[in-house]
């Protein structure tokens, strides 16, 4: 990572003697012998680390260093000053500066300070970029739906609260994005979002991931952790599938969220955490409470707000604007030119029943981007999971009460995928001519244009 490194000292040997220690690194080095030249160059040009003297004529580096936290604050500010004056780079690291040298210093000993900023910039680069990653990949809540609507207010008015909140809504309908989209417009938002997956850990280990234990508390402890209550501290705590923890952990987890504090396990000192909880489930937390596996007063504890997620399937309306998302993104990652979905693969998604909810339609339309050598996606881009799906509501067999239209189009959607696909096998082995095969298909929405 390559910086650029303002060197501002009016002693002209210390100026040179820093430049040409620094020039010999990777780095953009430029050099000024006042304060008056730094503090104008800073108002033109960005820089990522300044070093400089504290003791100047008129613009001292204190003055720089205020500037510089006032109009650039993510910019790294290095004190040089001589021994006698080391209580002024003191007060200096409390206004904000990352580091001082004492002169007279060595060349190792700026590398050395130098580095240590390089790292620091560059760790702070990575934060900041993952931090946006998650913002622009947690904004994808879409929809225009009635009920999403509702959800999108709901969250506006719960997120900058401490309320606990509960979400329920099958696999694949967006909970963890729901989750993030309450932490990201909380004050919170700067403060950690720690994810746990209840569902992914066994019963032995889900204490210790919730609260940490200490160095001993059992058989290869061999260091104290920190549990995800404690990594979540002022921040958010997100339980996905709640329904998951074991009963005989829910009654700590019921005192966490009453008192606010825990124990690690193999200590009997509490500790205070502030965390807002978010839990998610895709179960009946009721049926799970009516046939014992899970705790009434638990339930309540965490259904101060509840959130249920609409499935796919109950909110059709909001499929063209899915679609259109997840084509622009693909497109994106793909570097292709996909103008959208054309009108027969638009019928078959309206027509199916989307199981795995929005989930299984950013995969089929991510496989359909990738393998597809058009410009408009139709029907034949999507897998027959997709065709049959049409029909898997009634059972996927043929049953007394189907109609002759409902039979015929099993009939030819089953043949069809015993041949993996290829028409003119189907069509022989139906009886049929695969121009008529192929007006069949057309009339479910899944061939381009009848013959």
């Known amino acids: 990572m390559k910086l650029s490194i303002l060197i501002v000292d009016d002693d002209k040997l210390v100026n040179d003697f820093v430049r040409e220690t620094l020039g010999r690194t990777r780095h953009e080095i ?25 003791k100047m004529q008129k613009i001292s580096g204190m003055d ?13 500010v290095i004190m040089m000053t001589a021994y006698g004056t080391v209580q002024n780079a003191v007060d200096a690291m409390k206004l904000g500066a990352f580091d001082y040298l004492i002169k007279p210093f060595s060349p190792d000993e700026i590398e ?79 403060k950690p979002f720690i994810k746990l997956n209840c569902a992914a850990l066994p019963e032995g280990l889900m204490e210790s991931e919730l609260f940490g234990h200490e160095k001993g508390a059992f058989t290869g402890a061999i260091r104290q952790t920190r549990g995800r209550f404690e990594m979540a501290d002022t921040g958010s705590l997100l339980l996905d599938e709640i329904s998951e923890i074991p009963i005989t952990l829910q009654g700590k987890l019921l005192r966490v969220l009453q008192e606010r504090e825990f124990e690690r396990v193999g200590s009997g000192t509490p500790m205070q955490v502030d965390v807002r909880i978010i839990a998610t489930t895709n179960r009946n ?13 638990l339930y309540f504890r965490l259904n101060v707000i509840g959130v249920d997620v609409p499935p796919l399937r109950d909110r059709l ?11 622009k993104k693909y497109s994106a990652e793909t570097g292709k030119e996909i103008a959208g979905l054309d009108e027969s693969a638009l019928r078959l998604f309206m027509k199916y029943h989307w199981p795995g909810n929005v989930r299984e339609l950013e995969n089929f339309i991510e496989r359909a ?38 039979a015929e189009k099993l009939l030819i959607l089953k043949t069809l995928e ?31 244009t009848p013959e």
């Open 285 to 297: 937390l009721k049926k799970e409470i009516s046939e014992g596996r899970f705790r009434e007063d």
């Open 64 to 76: 720089i260093l205020r500037h510089v936290k006032a109009n650039a604050p993510e910019t790294v």
């Open 30 to 54: 430029t050099a000024v012998f006042s304060g008056e030249e730094a503090r104008s160059l800073l108002d033109q040009t960005a820089f990522d680390i300044v070093l400089t003297d504290i």
């Open 369 to 406: 981007v990738v393998i597809t050598k058009n410009k408009l996606l139709s029907a034949k881009d999507f897998p027959q999971s997709l065709v049959l799906g049409q029909i898997e509501d009634r059972g996927g067999d043929f049953k007394i009460g189907m109609t002759v239209h409902e």
């Open 112 to 190: 050395l300070v130098v580095n240590r900023a390089h790292d620091f910039i560059a760790l702070f680069s990575e934060n900041r970029r993952l931090r946006l990653e998650v913002n622009e990949k947690y904004r994808t809540l879409i929809g225009a739906s009635r009920r999403m609507t509702e959800i999108f207010t709901l969250i506006k008015d719960v997120a900058p609260t401490r309320s606990t909140v509960l979400i329920n809504g099958e696999s694949g309908t967006g909970k963890e994005l729901i989750a993030r989209a309450l932490h990201t417009n909380s004050d919170r938002k700067d």
């Open 317 to 327: 309306d909001d499929l063209p604007l899915l679609i259109d998302h997840f084509i």
């Open 418 to 448: 015993d041949q993996a696909g290829n028409r003119t096998r189907a069509a022989e082995i139906l009886g049929i001519n695969p121009r008529t095969l192929r007006n069949k298909l057309y009339e479910y929405g899944i061939a381009d």
